[in-house]
Structure formats: structure tokens, C-alpha cells
């Protein structure tokens, strides 16, 4: 089993940045892809960003590249996601997810992943 907590959510004006931290507990050895999602009100789940825990690999969405950067601790059982030059766009509950042995490659998919966390949100005003 493994457990994930975001923190780092909170309000911030257009241009700002924030930092989300997801940290992990229980077997977090059988992790082999963090990611992060993004739901706004009335929408569906939206990928974010993914990191390989083995090579470090990182995959984006195009609306978060050069904006956004995945990083993860595997010492500390930690992934964030730092967030700069947010747009109000980028409003919505960011959740960090976890994906553990695998047969074949989706870390933009959703229903890829085992675990899930509760979600933090994340509102940028104009």
C-alpha cells in the first residue's frame, strides 16, 4: 500500500509561483511513476506532469511546459511540482499519484495509476 499527501496549495495573483509537495509512505519501493493531475470545477482529470522514480525521465503537458517543473527525492519518499508564472488558467485541485509495477507506458493517463492523493488546490487570481 502506498499513502500520498499534497501540501502547498493556496492562492497566489497571476505571474506568482507556488511549490506543491507530495510525500509518500507505506511501500513506496514499488513506485516506479509519480505524476501530478489537475481537475477544475466541470472538467475532467488533466494530466500535469510525470517523473520516472528509476531515471528521473519527466513528461509535460504543453500548457505547463517551461512553466512548471517535476522533481522528485527518493531518499525522503518526496515528488513536487514547482509552479511558476501561474495563469488563472491554472486554477484547480492538483492531486499526486502514484503508479507502481507496470506492463506498458501511460503516465499521461489517469487511470494508469493505483494511488491517489486527497488534492490541494491551487487558485491563481487576475
Known amino acids: 500500500q502506498v499513502q500520498l499527501v499534497e501540501s502547498g496549495g493556496g492562492l497566489v495573483q497571476a505571474g506568482g509561483s507556488l511549490r506543491l509537495s507530495c510525500a509518500a509512505s507505506?511501500?513506496?519501493?514499488?513506485?516506479?511513476?509519480m505524476g501530478w493531475f489537475r481537475q477544475a470545477p466541470g472538467k475532467e482529470r488533466e494530466f500535469v506532469a510525470a517523473?520516472?522514480?528509476?531515471?528521473?525521465?519527466?513528461y509535460y503537458t504543453d500548457s505547463v511546459q517551461g512553466r512548471f517543473t517535476i522533481s522528485g527525492d527518493n531518499a525522503k519518499s518526496m515528488v513536487y511540482l514547482q509552479m511558476n508564472t501561474l495563469k488563472p488558467e491554472d486554477t484547480a485541485v492538483y492531486y499526486c499519484?502514484?503508479?507502481?509495477?507496470?506492463?506498458?507506458?501511460?503516465?499521461?493517463?489517469?487511470?494508469?495509476?493505483?494511488?491517489w492523493g486527497q488534492g490541494t488546490q491551487v487558485t491563481v487570481s487576475s
Open positions: 517523473i520516472s522514480v528509476r531515471g528521473g525521465s519527466a
Open positions: 507505506g511501500r513506496t519501493f514499488s513506485s516506479t511513476f
Open positions: 499519484a502514484a503508479k507502481s509495477a507496470y506492463a506498458f507506458l501511460a503516465p499521461r493517463s489517469p487511470n494508469w495509476y493505483n494511488y
